[in-house]
C-alpha cells in the first residue's frame, strides 16, 4: 500500500515535535543543573546571522501546523510570536501538537496536487501538496530542529542522536 499523504506528513511531524519537546525538558533541567540562566540559552544561536533557539522552536511549529493546515485545506491557526521562556516554547508545541492531532487523514489524504500558495513579502511560492511537503515543509522543519538541537549541544546540554530522533 503506498504511503499516503497523511502519514506522510503527520506523524513524522508529531514525532519531531515531541522530540523538540523532550530536547527542551533536558535543556531547563540542565541550565538549572548547572545555574546557568535559561534566557542564555534562549537567545544562544550558532552564528550571529542566524536565529536564536526559542525562533528557531517558534518556526519549527509554525512549519509543522502551516503544513498541516494547508494540505487538509483549512485556515493556519496564527500564534503570536511572544515567547520568552521554556514554558511558552512547551506550550506552543503542545497546541501545535493538538492542532495536528486533530486534522483527520481523510482532510490530508488525495492532497497531493492540491494548490498551495505561500505569499511572502518579497516573493510568492506555487506548490502542490506533494512538492509543499517534500520541498519545503519537511526541510524546513527538519532544518529548524537540528538547529535548535545543535544551538542546545553546542551550550553544553548533554544530547545525543537518541535525543533527536526520539524513542520508538
Same mark, same amino acid.
Given at each position: 500500500?503506498?504511503?499516503? &499523504?497523511?502519514?506522510?506528513?503527520?506523524?513524522?511531524?508529531?514525532? %519531531?515535535?515531541?522530540?523538540?519537546?523532550?530536547?527542551? *525538558? #533536558?535543556?531547563? /533541567?540542565?541550565?538549572?543543573?548547572? !545555574?546557568? *540562566?535559561a534566557a542564555v540559552l534562549?537567545?544562544?544561536?550558532?552564528?550571529?546571522? &542566524?536565529?536564536? @533557539?526559542?525562533?528557531?522552536?517558534?518556526? =519549527?511549529?509554525?512549519? =509543522?501546523?502551516?503544513? %498541516?493546515?494547508? /494540505?487538509?485545506?483549512?485556515?493556519?491557526?496564527?500564534?503570536? *510570536? +511572544?515567547? $520568552?521562556?521554556?514554558?511558552? @516554547?512547551?506550550?506552543?508545541?503542545?497546541? +501545535?501538537?493538538?492542532?495536528?492531532? %486533530? @486534522?483527520?487523514?481523510?482532510q490530508v489524504?488525495?492532497?497531493? =496536487?492540491?494548490?498551495?500558495? &505561500? #505569499?511572502?513579502?518579497?516573493? +510568492? @511560492?506555487?506548490? $502542490?501538496?506533494?512538492?509543499? /511537503?517534500?520541498?519545503?515543509?519537511?526541510?524546513?522543519?527538519?532544518? !529548524?530542529?537540528? +538547529? =535548535?538541537?545543535?544551538?542546545?549541544? !553546542?551550550?553544553?546540554?548533554? /544530547?545525543? #542522536?537518541?535525543?533527536?530522533?526520539? %524513542?520508538?
Open positions: 500500500m503506498p504511503l499516503s &499523504m497523511y502519514q506522510a506528513a503527520i506523524p513524522p511531524l508529531l514525532r %519531531g515535535l515531541a522530540n523538540l519537546s523532550a530536547i527542551l *525538558d #533536558k535543556a531547563l /533541567l540542565n541550565a538549572e543543573s548547572r !545555574h546557568v *540562566d534562549l537567545q544562544a544561536r550558532l552564528a550571529p546571522d &542566524m536565529f536564536p @533557539l526559542i525562533r528557531q522552536v517558534q518556526i =519549527a511549529a509554525d512549519t =509543522a501546523k502551516g503544513c %498541516g493546515a494547508r /494540505l487538509a485545506g483549512v485556515e493556519v491557526p496564527s500564534y503570536p *510570536d +511572544t515567547e $520568552t521562556g521554556f514554558d511558552e @516554547l512547551q506550550q506552543r508545541i503542545a497546541r +501545535t501538537v493538538l492542532f495536528l492531532q %486533530g @486534522l483527520q487523514a481523510a489524504d488525495g492532497s497531493e =496536487a492540491r494548490d498551495i500558495v &505561500m #505569499k511572502f513579502p518579497n516573493q +510568492t @511560492l506555487n506548490f $502542490t501538496g506533494q512538492d509543499y /511537503l517534500q520541498y519545503f515543509v519537511l526541510p524546513n522543519f527538519y532544518f !529548524h530542529l537540528t +538547529t =535548535a538541537y545543535d544551538i542546545l549541544r !553546542h551550550n553544553g546540554v548533554p /544530547l545525543g #542522536k537518541g535525543d533527536y530522533l526520539g %524513542g520508538g
